[in-house]
């Protein structure tokens, strides 16, 4: 068990019981019996120089913001209607700072109808940038814990692309310090992939299309979205379900950026993405018989589904292969932990 | 008009309208058409050189995060029921930090019944707390705007004794440095009064069970919790309301502790509270007739209330004295000014 995972365990030993709580810590968001039907909330905080770099745009640090939180109730197959935003930064950057992070988050939310109503600022020596956000569920809300042995496991998106969006800004940082030419910087990577990557670490989808129609449809049994890394986040799949999520190796969606700058970094593209994290990608199980349905991507999606693997009986999630299976329960990003891949 | 509410002025013009948005960003918390009636949230984020000490321990930060989101939900007459905890430190704090910050947290929620459903942890190289709380009003939702010439102005308890407090912290970390004898450190200044200005600092008391009476009655017209000092949050209502507050010198209440440490410190203890901060007092209009009912205080809402002023016709917040009017609604700490009284 990961350090924040045994964090949330110990929390919710100290919570009394309620009645009205139908979910309470350690899901992507919080249900909460209301009127008639569930409020679903979640929050995120993103801190400087852990989830963005000191030089990132204002802008961008509120739209990512409010995308990582839109994620965690698309996990909840629910639709986001209001959000909180709170900012923590140093005074001499002037009130058109946080006015800027307040237009991104609003930028973001706009085309979901999410409602900016509230928040809080202070100074502070570093940014920090904290929102709540709620909304409710059309259908029945998605939780991680409902996967059954004999369900397959589908994954929206081409995972990995985040972690090396990261990687290239360090990249194209690192050489720019060296006075290195500004192009081509990367043998076998184009432009347009260059910023297909970039792209994916500074500006995520977040995947509410798909989100909603799974809850509506009724037809996922657990989501979760993929910020940590596919590995650590298919085991808390899992581990919520008491089964054993079973990653195929020769299914996992590796986009052509991905692999060409994999190349570049000798790295196993396969190994970036279970341990890479902030794709924001939805990984959820589904009984066989829907996976006509979702491999025929909607464009409202905005991406495409693959179907990754399958639930069997067990516990842990493991990386199938030639060789057999590897356990990758615990590749990805543990914020309590030092020195994980991509947040150094 | 201050920085801080001119930022609020900035966001709200970037904000579509929303028919279900009752109460925007600019009030102590918003208001959400939800169901039969409406949600009242509110969020705060608290950080550390700036609203706490370094040195602070976990479980007073986590009291004290909670306490000022229950301040602000007291203040709009509601009563509080769920919250979201997120938390940033320094991972070599360990999980204990966080765990102990919660802790403070729930025992600060239990007597109102108030529940955390989840929240979000983050490594940072400062700790900040953000709680994110809502609830219902059982009557309308008491805002900052609905003050009305002839009205009187009440205030809750002791205001001041929290400036005190955090002053004397730092006189008392001064001495201690200085390794001067610990006891007896100020003239006039008994342990108990001491101690009573430490926790009014420390481990303020929110306002919950006068706010919801105040909310369930009707008899307040607006109502503002005194987080920046008595003079910018008078100002802050009378705004809201288009009106003018005006407080009366002799009736602001200073209690024997508050009044001795202004002496030791040779201050003017009514030009303390007015610029004070951190009180979490609550601050209201309401009509003549419900003077006697509001000053014969009930022993569930844990103080007294005295009658302050009165609203009249004008605009902004005034201190009424022997000498005339002196303008008082821009004393008080502005969170994206620097230099203010209590938290350099």
Redesign the interface.
Known sequence: VR??D??VE??RA???P?E??LV??GDD??V?A???GA?V???????E???FLPEEQAEMIGRRALAINLSDLAAMGSRP??F?L???FR?ERG?EF??AV??GA?SRA?PFGA????????????T?V?I?LWGRAPGAPLTRSGARPGDLLFLSGWPGRAAAGLRLVRRLAAFASQGSPPTPRFVGLSPEEERELLDAHRDPEPRVALGLFLGQEGIAHAAIDVSDGLGVDAGRLARASGVRAVLERERIPVCRAVASFADVEAVDAVDWILAGGDDYELLFAAPPETAAKLESARPEWGTRVTRVGRVEEGSGAVLRGRHGDRDVSDLGYD????GTPNHE
Chains 1, 2 share one sequence.
């Not at 909330?41 to 801190?47: E, G, S």
């Not at 914020?335 to 030092?338: D, I, K, T």
């Open positions: 350090r924040e045994h964090f110990k929390l100290l919570l009394p309620s009205r709580v309470g810590p968001a919080a909460i209301e009127g008639p409020l909330v979640t929050t995120d905080l993103m801190v120089s852990v989830d209607e209001f909180l709170s900012i923590a005074r009130e946080p006015l307040a237009r609003l706009e409602r900016l109503v509230g928040g809080d600022l202070s100074s502070g020596s570093a920090v904290s709540a914020h309590l932990e030092r």
